[in-house]
Structure formats: structure tokens, C-alpha cells
């Protein structure tokens, strides 16, 4: 079946740039999705991506997808501590009937 | 945009007993997602819920275990019947809202 696979950890400095990679199986995704998970907290929509697009930027987040190698990732410029959570990487198919396929989510720890 | 409601946010139940789950999305949706995420786990999706039919299950989850209502486009409900420690998790509804998930703040379930 379609799999979704991310690194589980990732350990940055206040001011660096984060970036957190995903790999998916389905050829057939149509949406990729990056989600926010705070401590405690339900998932926050970040960004997402069309299958047909290649890069999309939005402030400090800049999503890049490799169709061809089916990697995805999103890259946190100037990362600060309230960036600290966990990251989910979705995608979502042609013929899924609209449920998403998520990572294992990757915990981002941001340093002062 | 999406704003999503889940009552309760969270509950401590007792083994064999059962919890029900409200979830009101404030724009009118046809299709509404239950997922649910163990400690520690990334989320896994338990049913779809579409308003008019029955709810489709995923391999692993039956109805008789997690039934599920869907009364109208914007309210539905997720029971969790007969519950052991292994039901422990938050509960999170999500909605397909043109083209793009959203979630609400999970219930966060604690079995004793």
C-alpha cells in the first residue's frame, strides 16, 4: 500500500534554516501536505503542494518536490524557537476518496 | 478556511465503557475524515464519514467498535464503544474543504 516516510528528528539553531525531507511511495498523489503538530495541540495546515508543481514558496517556507524520486521537503528559513513541534509530511491520491497518508512525523527541536 | 469544534477535548474514561465524540465544522462539507493518533504514533485513519451514507471503515476498525453519525454537512459524531487501555489516543475529525484538509483540535482519550 502507499507509505509515507520521514526522518523522526531534527536539531537546529535559533536563526539557521530547517530542513525536514519526506519520501512517499503513490505515484498517483495529487496533494502533498505539510502539517504543524504543537505539544498538546491539534494540526495546523502549513503548506501544500499540487503533484504538478515543483517548488512553492510562502514566507519563511519554501516547499520543493521531486516527482521523479517522489521525495518532497519543506525548508523553515530563520528558524526560531517557536518553530520547535512536530512536522507532518500527507499526500493524498487519486483514488483515495480524500483520506491523507501520513509520516511518522518529524520532531524539530530549535535551540536558542 | 475551515474552523473546526471537538467536544469533549479531552476524558478519562473507565475499561468497557464508551465515549462519544462531537465534531462541528462551521461550513457545510460533504466529506469528514475520524483519524486517530496513538502516543507518540502519526495518525492513522479510522473512517470516512460522508453525509447521506454509511461510514467506510479502514482495514482494522469495524463499525461495531467505532460507530459513527453523520446527520447533516457540518456535525458528526465518533463513538468509542467498549473501550480498553489500548483505546488511549486523540481522536481528530478532519474535513475536505476545496481541496484542503482540515483538522480540528483532537479529544484527547485516557483509559483507565
Known amino acids: 500500500g502507499e507509505d509515507v516516510e520521514q526522518s523522526l528528528f531534527l536539531s537546529v539553531r535559533e536563526g539557521d534554516s530547517s530542513v525536514i525531507n519526506c519520501t512517499y511511495t503513490?505515484?498517483?498523489?495529487?496533494?502533498l501536505y505539510w502539517y504543524k503538530q504543537e505539544p498538546g495541540a491539534g494540526l495546523q495546515l502549513l503548506t501544500y503542494i499540487f503533484s504538478n508543481m515543483d517548488m512553492k514558496q510562502d514566507q519563511r517556507l519554501t516547499v520543493l518536490l521531486n516527482k521523479k524520486d517522489k521525495h518532497l521537503s519543506l525548508r523553515i528559513a530563520d528558524t526560531q524557537t517557536g518553530d520547535s513541534a512536530i512536522y507532518f509530511c500527507?499526500?493524498?491520491?487519486?483514488?483515495?476518496?480524500?483520506?491523507?497518508?501520513f509520516g511518522q512525523g518529524t520532531e524539530l527541536s530549535v535551540k536558542p | 478556511s475551515a474552523v473546526i469544534s471537538q467536544k469533549p477535548s479531552r476524558d478519562i474514561c473507565q475499561r468497557g465503557t464508551s465515549l462519544t465524540i462531537q465534531c462541528q465544522v462551521d461550513s457545510q462539507v460533504t466529506m469528514m475524515f475520524w483519524y486517530r493518533q496513538q502516543p507518540g504514533q502519526s495518525l492513522t485513519l479510522i473512517a470516512t464519514a460522508n453525509q447521506g451514507s454509511e461510514a467506510t471503515y479502514e482495514s482494522g476498525f469495524v463499525i461495531d467498535k467505532f460507530p459513527i453519525s453523520r446527520p447533516n454537512l457540518t456535525f458528526s459524531t465518533l463513538t468509542v464503544s467498549n473501550m480498553s487501555p489500548e483505546d488511549s489516543s486523540i481522536y481528530l475529525c478532519?474535513?475536505?474543504?476545496?481541496?484542503?484538509?482540515?483538522f480540528g483540535p483532537g479529544t484527547r482519550l485516557t483509559v483507565t
Open positions: 500527507a499526500e493524498s491520491g487519486h483514488n483515495q476518496g480524500g483520506k491523507l497518508i
Open positions: 503513490d505515484s498517483s498523489s495529487t496533494y
Open positions: 478532519s474535513v475536505e474543504l476545496e481541496g484542503w484538509q482540515y
